[in-house]
């Protein structure tokens, strides 16, 4: 199998733009970083089906000689179903990410509960240290 | 028959899906619509699971197109045994939601709740039952879409906060997933499981190693394996008890299904992945429970007892030995019904007392003592108490290792018999905290406008008799353990010898 230099390289930038964007703390930010990630993904599933050929079912000729030189179908129909569901599912993000904003009034990721619980525990105990050095 | 049969666990759900929708203004219509489909589901697991035993695995070939190139559904022991027992589980939730539901009145919006479950049901049987990969990342999307509705049902602010963290971490792992699938499809040229299990002996061992690791990780997330599980105790608890429940149960399992098919027919005899795994298996089982220990809130204690006993089941599939995976096989039945109830009976106690804190409860052996002992059973089974069905799935999983004799083997089985012990304090603990001890006020409910109402003496019967009925069907495995440990032996069988799923695909 070929794989074409260009399309590597771009897969590459997206999931590495993609990632640094999904440890930001801005929900916008994440749903971008999640879009750009899984175009990268999109993009390495169609990869994989081998370089571009001619359309596979045009025309009579083509029909007997599949795999010769006519494109893969299969990983662009998968592709294509990949792209419906995050197209969905991001949707469900950002009406998510919107409820966020209504609630709590800005699109920070907030912090985490338990998080929070131990590190408003911490002073407490440096306080009870410094008490029994005393 | 049986070909007629074999989709009907996908597209029952999914049908009544639909009309639960343009039937949303009849409440007891879509509710006997989802009650009905769910029996149908139940009774058509049944028959294939007795047929998967007696004749061997079922296959259909969707659309009539050959293996490689059509989508194969293929119900085998393991994935019929799992399909009867997450259906029965998916059934008696349904009840306990519609006990709460009918018991709460109007105010309660459930309108959405119906059509989601119905779909929720729908992805996991898909899941249960594809025999191809990409079909699973279908199934997988179909199911968490629908669980995305249900954790963030009431829309509150906090629902919203431990959702987003669970929306973005699926969603992340569907991203891997695509790229595992990419991988898979550059490496073999197919996507059918049965067909890259054959083409992937000819494949490079790197090769092979890289893409075990990735579906691994992939699974592992869902699975919620250490180190990935920390999305876990976060999410859970905030969603309705229903949910919580059906999701414990459920959801962590259908991951640990798909790690263990993937894993036995994909890429068998690998002994590289078996050591990760035992390894995982031991920090999993130990981290877990070592979370559990320091929960003031019931659900959130529950939830790190999911992630430490995911633990046990990774322990057996690590052993790469027909014994270990029949352990494995067993542990997963039990705990699929065993969490579920736990948190059912949760959900019971939160109504009851108007919080699941540990340190306001009190008292509740007097007030309430059919929940002691509904919560006690399986809380008890949970921990390994003989002669409940945690003890014999522990006993099947440590003689397995036992036998194995490797050091890690015999490392993951002194851990896994601590984490018994660990959970015994933990669940204990709060045993001690809720039921013994003097009766405390019934803390009332903060915010009345919401679905859940908590903090009343008055528990629909439907709730606590779905609560009963999977503590009846916990001890049910008990008396039942030896046809049942026998099933799961013949269903490892299958999984150690991963040709006769490949002869079944591809006749």
Same mark, same amino acid.
């Given at each position: 199998?070929?794989?074409?230099?260009?399309?590597?390289?771009?897969?590459?930038?997206?999931?590495?733009?993609?990632?640094? !964007?999904?440890?930001?703390?801005? @929900? *916008?930010? #994440? &749903? /971008?970083?999640? =879009?750009?990630?899984?175009?990268?993904?999109?993009?390495?599933?169609?990869?994989?089906?081998?370089?571009?050929?001619?359309?596979?079912?045009?025309?009579?000729?083509?029909?007997?000689?599949?795999?010769?030189?006519?494109?893969?179908? !299969?990983?662009?129909?998968?592709? @294509? *179903?990949? #792209? &419906? /569901?995050?197209? =969905?599912?991001?949707?469900?993000?950002?009406?998510?990410?919107?409820?966020?904003?209504?609630?709590?009034?800005?699109?920070?990721?907030?912090?985490?509960?338990?998080?929070?619980?131990?590190?408003?525990?911490?002073?407490?105990?440096?306080?009870?240290?410094?008490?029994?050095?005393? | 028959?049986?070909?007629?049969?074999?989709?009907?666990?996908?597209?029952?759900?999914?049908?009544?899906?639909?009309?639960?929708?343009?039937?949303?203004?009849?409440?007891?219509?879509?509710?006997?619509?989802?009650?009905?489909?769910?029996?149908?589901?139940?009774?058509?697991?049944?028959?294939?699971?007795?047929?998967?035993?007696?004749?061997?695995?079922?296959?259909?070939?969707?659309?009539?197109?050959?293996?490689?190139?059509?989508?194969?559904?293929?119900?085998?022991?393991?994935?019929?045994?799992?399909?009867?027992?997450?259906?029965?589980?998916?059934?008696?939730?349904?009840?306990?939601?519609?006990?709460?539901?009918?018991?709460?009145?109007?105010?309660?919006?459930?309108?959405?709740?119906?059509?989601?479950?119905?779909?929720?049901?729908?992805?996991?049987?898909?899941?249960?039952?594809?025999?191809?990969?990409?079909?699973?990342?279908?199934?997988?999307?179909?199911?968490?879409?629908?669980?995305?509705?249900?954790?963030?049902?009431?829309?509150?602010?906090?629902?919203?906060?431990?959702?987003?963290?669970?929306?973005?971490?699926?969603?992340?792992?569907?991203?891997?997933?695509?790229?595992?699938?990419?991988?898979?499809?550059?490496?073999?040229?197919?996507?059918?499981?049965?067909?890259?299990?054959?083409?992937?002996?000819?494949?490079?061992?790197?090769?092979?190693?890289?893409?075990?690791?990735?579906?691994?990780?992939?699974?592992?997330?869902?699975?919620?394996?250490?180190?990935?599980?920390?999305?876990?105790?976060?999410?859970?608890?905030?969603?309705?008890?229903?949910?919580?429940?059906?999701?414990?149960?459920?959801?962590?399992?259908?991951?640990?299904?798909?790690?263990?098919?993937?894993?036995?027919?994909?890429?068998?005899?690998?002994?590289?992945?078996?050591?990760?795994?035992?390894?995982?298996?031991?920090?999993?089982?130990?981290?877990?429970?070592?979370?559990?220990?320091?929960?003031?809130?019931?659900?959130?204690?529950?939830?790190?007892?999911?992630?430490?006993?995911?633990?046990?089941?990774?322990?057996?599939?690590?052993?790469?030995?027909?014994?270990?995976?029949?352990?494995?096989?067993?542990?997963?039945?039990?705990?699929?019904?065993?969490?579920?109830?736990?948190?059912?009976?949760?959900?019971?106690?939160?109504?009851?007392?108007?919080?699941?804190?540990?340190?306001?409860?009190?008292?509740?052996?007097?007030?309430?003592?059919?929940?002691?002992?509904?919560?006690?059973?399986?809380?008890?089974?949970?921990?390994?108490?003989?002669?409940?069905?945690?003890?014999?799935?522990?006993?099947?999983?440590?003689?397995?290792?036992?036998?194995?004799?490797?050091?890690?083997?015999?490392?993951?089985?002194?851990?896994?018999?601590?984490?018994?012990?660990?959970?015994?304090?933990?669940?204990?603990?709060?045993?001690?905290?809720?039921?013994?001890?003097?009766?405390?006020?019934?803390?009332?409910?903060?915010?009345?406008?919401?679905?859940?109402?908590?903090?009343?003496?008055?528990?629909?019967?439907?709730?606590?008799?779905?609560?009963?009925?999977?503590?009846?069907?916990?001890?049910?495995?008990?008396?039942?353990?030896?046809?049942?440990?026998?099933?799961?032996?013949?269903?490892?069988?299958?999984?150690?010898?991963?040709?006769?799923?490949?002869?079944?695909?591809?006749?």
């Amino acid at each position: 199998m070929t794989g074409n230099l260009t399309l590597a390289l771009l897969i590459g930038v997206l999931y590495t733009v993609g990632t640094y !964007l999904l440890l930001q703390r801005t @929900l *916008t930010r #994440i &749903v /971008i970083g999640l =879009g750009l990630l899984s175009h990268g993904a999109n993009l390495l599933l169609l990869q994989a089906g081998g370089p571009p050929g001619l359309a596979p079912f045009t025309s009579k000729g083509n029909v007997g000689t599949a795999g010769v030189d006519t494109a893969d179908p !299969l990983p662009q129909a998968m592709v @294509l *179903t990949a #792209i &419906v /569901i995050t197209f =969905g599912v991001t949707a469900f993000l950002l009406a998510m990410a919107y409820r966020s904003w209504v609630l709590t009034g800005d699109d920070e990721v907030q912090d985490d509960v338990e998080d929070t619980r131990v590190a408003k525990m911490r002073p407490e105990i440096a306080h009870h240290d410094v008490e029994d050095e005393l | 028959m049986i070909r007629v049969l074999l989709p009907l666990p996908i597209v029952l759900p999914l049908l009544a899906a639909g009309f639960s929708v343009v039937f949303a203004r009849y409440q007891r219509l879509q509710r006997l619509l989802s009650i009905a489909t769910l029996v149908a589901v139940v009774v058509i697991a049944g028959i294939l699971l007795h047929s998967a035993d007696s004749d061997g695995a079922a296959v259909v070939q969707l659309g009539g197109w050959a293996a490689p190139v059509g989508i194969s559904l293929v119900a085998d022991r393991l994935s019929a045994l799992l399909l009867v027992v997450s259906a029965a589980v998916l059934l008696s939730v349904l009840l306990y939601a519609v006990g709460q539901g009918v018991a709460d009145g109007r105010r309660s919006r459930v309108a959405v709740f119906h059509p989601c479950y119905l779909v929720l049901a729908a992805g996991i049987s898909m899941a249960f039952l594809t025999g191809d990969l990409f079909n699973l990342f279908v199934a997988f999307e179909v199911m968490l879409v629908a669980s995305y509705v249900l954790i963030t049902l009431d829309g509150g602010a906090e629902q919203i906060r431990a959702g987003m963290t669970y929306v973005v971490v699926s969603l992340l792992a569907s991203v891997l997933f695509v790229t595992a699938i990419g991988l898979v499809y550059a490496a073999t040229g197919t996507v059918n499981m049965a067909d890259a299990a054959v083409r992937l002996e000819d494949a490079p061992d790197g090769v092979r190693l890289v893409l075990g690791l990735i579906l691994l990780v992939v699974f592992g997330i869902k699975a919620a394996i250490f180190p990935l599980f920390s999305w876990l105790p976060d999410s859970y608890p905030t969603a309705p008890s229903p949910v919580t429940a059906v999701f414990a149960g459920l959801l962590t399992k259908v991951g640990v299904y798909a790690i263990l098919r993937t894993q036995t027919l994909l890429f068998p005899d690998e002994q590289m992945i078996s050591n990760v795994l035992l390894v995982i298996a031991i920090l999993t089982m130990v981290v877990g429970i070592l979370g559990a220990l320091v929960q003031d809130d019931l659900k959130r204690l529950l939830s790190f007892t999911i992630v430490s006993h995911i633990g046990y089941m990774l322990f057996g599939l690590g052993l790469a030995s027909g014994a270990g995976l029949a352990g494995a096989i067993l542990y997963t039945v039990h705990h699929i019904v065993v969490q579920t109830t736990l948190f059912l009976v949760a959900g019971l106690i939160e109504r009851r007392e108007g919080t699941s804190s540990l340190a306001r409860s009190g008292g509740l052996q007097h007030v309430a003592p059919l929940l002691a002992v509904l919560y006690l059973l399986p809380a008890l089974s949970l921990a390994g108490i003989p002669p409940l069905s945690g003890f014999l799935a522990k006993l099947g999983l440590l003689q397995a290792g036992l036998d194995d004799g490797g050091g890690l083997a015999l490392a993951a089985v002194a851990a896994a018999i601590a984490t018994s012990l660990l959970t015994l304090y933990a669940v204990g603990r709060a045993w001690s905290a809720i039921f013994w001890g003097p009766v405390v006020e019934v803390v009332p409910d903060d915010n009345p406008s919401d679905r859940l109402v908590v903090g009343t003496a008055r528990t629909p019967r439907l709730m606590a008799a779905a609560a009963a009925a999977v503590v009846a069907g916990g001890l049910a495995i008990t008396v039942i353990a030896g046809p049942l440990y026998g099933l799961s032996a013949r269903a490892a069988d299958d999984l150690v010898t991963p040709d006769r799923y490949v002869q079944a695909v591809l006749p």
